[in-house]
């Protein structure tokens, strides 16, 4: 194992690992609750306003019609209605007085209801809309612990409207969700039992036959291929339990050193890349994230393993680098796998990661599998389901001249 250069530092810790490529984010605009505020503010508003605008209209034609005169400005108290064009002069001006003393208040009281409807209509709004904050609470609770929390309920009171129908059958959701992952708890906890079982009786039973001393050649050799079928059967179901278990979100988390986990991996890996005359490069820099430690060992395990088995034979190399993001890209640790090995097309490097999905073998290789290949096609799915259930993302991309480089982005800390 060959401890990291600046070589290997500056390759895979550019601007190509830089960043997870972000959730699309909400489009820009107001709330459902601003909106209806607007909406009642401005309906107040505009029913004031014609309200206000009729009153005035009906006062000044009140003033224009009026039989008595209830004021006489300045310089009209001794017109007579005899003076015809004097008199309506007088009286225009009269009403334009009485008119200007009245609109500023209206004005103003418009403006004082207006900014009370707005107050109201919040309050009002935030009033209706309290049912559904308690549905989306429910609904962030169970996806961010559906293991754990899909027996909560909404259980909304109150007459059948469309929020309360909308609740209801959001709970009728969950009943059917909470029966299938129940379902699915049973399935794996039946599955441990009954699936390796005749496995471990059909191992232990040609591991007798090959110590016994009369057995044939001929039965010893047939003994060693069931046994390396029946490893190869043992592996597939220990990988398709742990991809059941693996889309939970861990229940237990810890502070975890991405270098330290990394480190151990390679070690274990030491073996099987010395048979495949493989060397194994690093570059590990502390990144404490936070998850299972168990399944962030199984993370880079597997992209190792993946790695030495899908490379070019003697000569090829894995780099395996830690690091620690904090300062790009807050609250990330970024673990980076890359390897040399056969070209992967570009459209075909994100069908890698769906089951049973197997890399393109090196150059020469026969149509049958390399002996050594212990792989069952599992190992990249169980790596994103893992690295989803932490919260955190992985991306792939090929390699120039062949391979593969494969980052992992794992979360510091959970979020609330």
Same mark, same amino acid.
């Given at each position: 194992?060959?401890?990291?250069?600046?070589?290997?530092?500056?390759? !895979?810790?550019?601007?190509?690992?830089?960043?997870?490529?972000?959730?699309?984010?909400?489009?820009?605009?107001?709330?459902? $609750?601003?909106?209806?505020?607007?909406? !009642?503010?401005?309906?107040?508003?505009?029913? +004031?306003?014609?309200?206000? !605008?009729?009153?005035?209209?009906?006062?000044?034609?009140?003033?224009?019609?009026? +039989?008595?005169?209830? &004021? =006489?400005? %300045?310089?009209?108290?001794?017109? &007579?209605?005899?003076?015809?064009?004097? !008199?309506?002069?007088?009286?225009?001006?009269?009403?334009?007085?009485?008119?200007?003393?009245?609109?500023?208040?209206?004005?103003?009281?418009?403006?004082?209801?207006?900014?009370?409807?707005?107050?109201?209509?919040?309050?009002?709004?935030?009033?209706?809309? /309290?049912?559904?904050? $308690?549905?989306?609470? =429910?609904?962030?609770?169970?996806?961010?612990?559906?293991?754990? #929390?899909?027996?909560? /309920?909404?259980?909304?009171?109150?007459?059948?409207?469309?929020?309360?129908?909308?609740?209801?059958?959001?709970?009728?959701?969950?009943? /059917?969700?909470?029966?299938?992952?129940?379902? *699915?708890?049973?399935?794996?906890?039946?599955?441990?039992?009954?699936?390796? =079982?005749?496995?471990?009786?059909?191992?232990?039973?040609?591991?007798?036959?090959?110590?016994? %001393?009369? @057995?044939?050649?001929? &039965?010893?050799?047939?003994? /060693?291929?069931?046994?390396?079928?029946?490893?190869?059967?043992?592996?597939?179901?220990?990988?398709?339990?742990?991809?059941?278990?693996?889309?939970?979100?861990?229940?237990?988390?810890?502070?975890?050193?991405?270098?330290?986990? #990394?480190?151990?991996?390679?070690?274990?890996?030491?073996?099987?890349?010395?048979?495949?005359?493989?060397?194994?490069?690093?570059?590990?820099?502390?990144?404490?994230?936070?998850?299972?430690?168990?399944?962030?060992?199984?993370? #880079?395990?597997?992209?190792? *393993?993946?790695?030495?088995?899908?490379?070019?034979?003697?000569?090829?190399?894995?780099?395996?680098?830690?690091?620690?993001?904090?300062?790009?890209?807050?609250?990330?640790?970024?673990?980076?796998? @890359?390897?040399?090995?056969?070209?992967?097309?570009?459209?075909?490097?994100?069908?890698?990661?769906?089951?049973?999905?197997?890399?393109?073998?090196?150059?020469? @290789?026969?149509?049958?599998?390399?002996?050594?290949?212990?792989?069952? +096609?599992?190992?990249?799915?169980?790596?994103?389901?893992?690295?989803?259930?932490?919260?955190?993302?992985?991306?792939?991309?090929?390699?120039?001249?062949?391979?593969?480089?494969?980052?992992?982005?794992?979360?510091?800390?959970?979020? %609330?």
């Amino acid at each position: 194992m060959a401890s990291g250069s600046g070589q290997v530092d500056s390759t !895979y810790g550019g601007e190509a690992g830089s960043a997870p490529v972000p959730r699309p984010q909400a489009r820009r605009g107001l709330t459902v $609750r601003m909106r209806m505020t607007i909406a !009642y503010g401005a309906a107040v508003f505009i029913t +004031g306003a014609v309200l206000i !605008y009729t009153a005035y209209l009906l006062f000044r034609w009140r003033l224009n019609h009026m +039989g008595v005169d209830v &004021t =006489t400005p %300045p310089g009209c108290a001794d017109v &007579t209605k005899a003076e015809k064009f004097k !008199y309506v002069a007088c009286k225009a001006l009269m009403n334009r007085q009485i008119l200007s003393q009245i609109d500023k208040p209206l004005i103003l009281v418009l403006l004082i209801s207006a900014v009370v409807a707005v107050l109201v209509g919040y309050f009002l709004a935030g009033r209706f809309l /309290r049912p559904l904050h $308690r549905i989306t609470r =429910t609904a962030r609770r169970v996806a961010s612990h559906p293991d754990r #929390a899909l027996h909560a /309920r909404i259980d909304l009171e109150g007459p059948h409207d469309e929020l309360v129908e909308l609740a209801q059958t959001f709970d009728g959701m969950l009943d /059917r969700l909470d029966l299938a992952f129940e379902g *699915q708890r049973r399935f794996v906890g039946n599955a441990s039992h009954e699936l390796r =079982t005749p496995l471990a009786i059909n191992r232990t039973l040609l591991e007798v036959t090959l110590m016994d %001393p009369e @057995a044939s050649e001929q &039965t010893r050799q047939l003994c /060693r291929t069931l046994l390396v079928t029946n490893e190869r059967s043992e592996r597939m179901i220990e990988g398709l339990l742990l991809l059941a278990k693996a889309d939970n979100e861990p229940a237990n988390r810890e502070d975890i050193d991405l270098a330290e986990v #990394a480190y151990r991996s390679v070690a274990q890996c030491e073996m099987e890349a010395a048979e495949r005359h493989v060397s194994i490069r690093t570059s590990l820099q502390p990144a404490n994230v936070s998850g299972d430690g168990i399944l962030i060992e199984r993370i #880079a395990m597997n992209l190792i *393993q993946n790695a030495l088995r899908h490379n070019v034979g003697a000569g090829g190399w894995v780099d395996v680098l830690t690091y620690d993001r904090s300062h790009d890209v807050p609250g990330h640790g970024l673990l980076v796998v @890359a390897n040399t090995g056969p070209e992967v097309p570009a459209y075909a490097v994100e069908s890698l990661f769906e089951p049973f999905k197997r890399g393109a073998q090196p150059s020469g @290789a026969s149509a049958a599998r390399d002996s050594k290949d212990k792989g069952v +096609g599992l190992g990249l799915s169980i790596v994103r389901s893992v690295v989803r259930a932490h919260g955190g993302r992985v991306a792939a991309e090929p390699r120039p001249g062949g391979g593969l480089i494969v980052r992992v982005w794992l979360p510091v800390r959970t979020t %609330p």
